[in-house]
């Protein structure tokens, strides 16, 4: 029997018992979409960790007070870092672009009868070229508003959207809390940076957000959220992170444990990066796990079937049938079997990963070549792997003990 004619007799077997060849496949289908989803679902997710941190600034680094290990949240940070430091750090490290002390927090915000809670923060005029920000109107807080404690404010797309309604906020008066402040621009909108708004945000000069709003003063000086600092370029950020850490571990007369942490945009989306290729490969190995049950799965039938099938093997060697061609026969359907499923389940992976790219921020999920082609090729070789025992159990059944039974 050649292989084409053993290929129509195993379709023809396979499509006479359309529901159990439907359950048999539904292992390898599971198996098949939970790999091409998760793989696509993880690069939409590095993708998007990529946009989110680019709009941090280029070669930016962020200096936080306090050590990882003291802290109890992301937003309990204790008051380590001063003005100081960060004029320190501008004057003395010489692979240093740009420094930007900021203090940060929020207050309400109200345009006549209208009011948000949003983020407000303190800069210097190097905060914007620091942080990269674009202006969408007017200008940015300078270094005239700083020294003179002006009460201007720049303003992002969200504070726009929601207390002016289609009015230009240049020149309008918003409240602060309790004061009162001039909008001179409108910041060109950056997105969010994992569930934090960046145009839900008030910019106003550091001086009066530290005399009149925060009153961060320390006898040290005025106390920092943090410093923003660009290095010259991306080959100088590992010198300016050494400079800084030395230079403020000599000014905070550091002995053990430093009271400060300098990172990196870079540094924060490469250990973003491999916690999320972690989680893509655990998911895809759990996936992998569906597609091993599916195998068995198919031996399982394949063994009820050679036992089902025991007339017919014995009739087919009677007449003149090969071991060979009982065993090709069995092998085609196992493998029909497990590359219908595959396919099936790509095409429902895909389905999945198209679903999430349109409907949820991961618009960068993409169904992956590789993932496709090693899902196809990893069910249809369980197809063949788990298919051969059957087959050869098939092949070397008995003609005579076979045909006992008719």
């Known amino acids: 029997m050649d292989l084409v004619e053993s290929f129509k007799m ?65 937003f309990d940070l204790p008051k380590t870092l001063v003005l100081a430091d960060a004029e320190a750090i501008e004057s003395q490290v010489p692979s240093v672009e740009g420094v930007a002390p900021e203090i940060n927090t929020r207050r309400l915000i ?10 407000v923060a303190g800069v210097t005029a190097d905060y914007f070229g620091v942080r990269d920000h674009k202006l969408k109107n007017g200008r ?29 906020p240049v020149g309008q008066q918003i409240r602060v809390q309790n004061l009162s402040f001039e909008v001179v621009g409108v910041l060109q909108p950056k997105g969010s940076f994992f569930g934090s708004n960046q145009d839900d945000l008030v910019v106003i000069p550091l001086s009066v957000m530290s005399s009149q709003l925060a009153g961060n003063n320390s006898p040290y000086g005025i106390q920092l959220s943090w410093i923003n600092v660009k290095a010259k370029d991306e080959t100088k950020i590992r010198a300016a992170k050494f400079q800084i850490e030395n230079l403020l571990r000599l000014r905070h007369k550091i002995v053990n444990e430093d009271d400060f942490q300098v990172d990196s945009a870079k540094q924060l989306l490469d250990t973003f990066g491999t916690i999320t290729q972690g989680l893509t490969l655990l998911l895809a190995l759990i996936a992998g796990i569906s597609l091993l049950v599916g195998g068995i799965g198919v031996m399982n039938i394949m063994l009820v079937s050679v036992t089902e099938r025991t007339q017919e093997i014995g009739l087919r060697k009677a007449i003149g049938a090969q071991e060979h061609d009982i065993l090709l026969q069995f092998l085609i359907e196992a493998i029909l079997l497990s590359a219908a499923g595959g396919i099936i389940g790509i095409a429902l992976g895909s389905s999945a990963v198209v679903l999430v790219s349109t409907f949820s921020p991961l618009t960068g999920a993409a169904v992956s070549p590789f993932a496709v082609l090693l899902s196809l090729s990893v069910s249809s070789g369980i197809g063949l792997f788990f298919g051969v025992f059957p087959a050869y159990r098939a092949s070397k ?6 045909l006992r039974s008719i």
Request: aromatic share 4%; net charge positive.
């Open 10 to 74: 195993s379709v023809a077997t396979l499509t006479s018992n359309k529901v159990r060849s439907a359950l048999t496949m539904l292992g390898i289908i599971i198996g098949n979409a939970s790999v091409v989803a998760m793989i696509g679902i993880g690069q939409g997710t590095q993708k998007l960790a990529n946009d989110q941190f680019s709009s941090l600034g280029p070669n930016t680094l962020f200096i936080t007070p306090g050590s990882r290990r003291g802290r109890t949240t992301s």
């Open 140 to 168: 940015f807080v300078n270094k005239i508003d700083v020294d003179r404690n002006q009460k201007v404010a720049v303003v992002g797309s969200e504070i726009v959207n929601r207390l002016f309604a289609g009015q230009n």
């Open 397 to 402: 059944l008995d003609p005579i003990v076979a």
């Open 110 to 119: 109200t345009f006549r009868n209208k009011n948000m809670n949003s983020q």
